[in-house]
């Protein structure tokens, strides 16, 4: 499927004219970034290849809305790669109170993600439980981490053809048009139920499995991007 950011937006304004262009591609925005935040629409690997000794947190893209897996690799060799468990710092603070004040270096078990304490609020960070023990030289050791991650489409780019639809970017736009506009809560909800209908079937389209199936049991460990400081 070749769809652009223009065709979504003639598509959605068929049903919706009364919505400028401007606004129009607001919504393809919003609409695009709460996809990717709910399923893996866009993947990629970040490798974090300067670590520090001593160092727990590093900068992570603020357009990542999921990390589905982090690996530490001590060197290139396979048999050196640990998956890392996800937590996050409620269960840290719960689990191991000192956590923060302990500066023991080792290799790191688990990872979390938080906001960074930085004046840039969109700034997230990934932090890695216990310290990294080991600079990195030549690149190792590393971190690799899977995610999903956000990205505008300009008017020339298309989607991914792995969508089975572009009724789950459509339903999102006409929903959240008409709760900003014309306040009906019948057609509000009307498109809340297609939309999450779409959400649901392309998710498992994504999966590779029928929509009736339950998710739940080919779900790994999903880190979502929440802020918790």
């Not at 906001?115 to 216990?130: L, Q, R, T």
């Not at 300009?154 to 014309?182: G, Q």
């Not at 498992?204 to 880190?223: C, I, Q, W, Y």
Request: net charge negative.
């Amino acid at each position: 499927m070749a769809t652009s950011a223009t065709d979504l937006i003639t598509k959605f304004q068929r049903t919706y004219p009364d919505c400028s262009d401007t606004r129009a591609g607001e919504l393809l925005q919003d609409a695009l970034f709460y996809i990717c935040s709910k399923i893996e629409l866009r993947n990629v690997e970040v490798a974090l290849t300067s670590l520090a000794n001593g160092t727990r947190e590093y900068d992570l893209n603020a357009n990542v809305t999921q990390i589905h897996s982090v690996i530490y690799k001590e060197t290139s060799a396979s048999t050196t790669w640990k998956r890392l468990v996800g937590t996050n710092i409620d269960r840290l603070n719960l689990e191991t109170p000192d956590w923060r004040q302990n500066t023991n270096e080792s290799t790191p078990l688990e990872y979390y993600v938080t906001s960074a304490n930085s004046s840039d609020s969109a700034k997230n960070v990934i932090g890695f439980h216990p310290i990294p023990g080991t600079s990195s030289v030549n690149s190792y050791p590393q971190v690799a981490i899977y995610a999903t991650q956000y990205a505008a489409l300009t008017a020339s780019e298309t989607m991914p053809s792995n969508i089975l639809s572009d009724d789950v970017i459509i339903y999102y736009m006409c929903k959240k048009w008409a709760e900003r506009t014309h306040r009906d809560v019948p057609t509000i909800q009307k498109w809340d139920t297609l939309f999450k209908v779409e959400l649901a079937e392309t998710e498992a389209h994504l999966r590779k499995m029928t929509h009736n199936e339950d998710p739940s049991f080919f779900e790994g460990p999903v880190h979502t991007m929440t802020r918790v400081v």
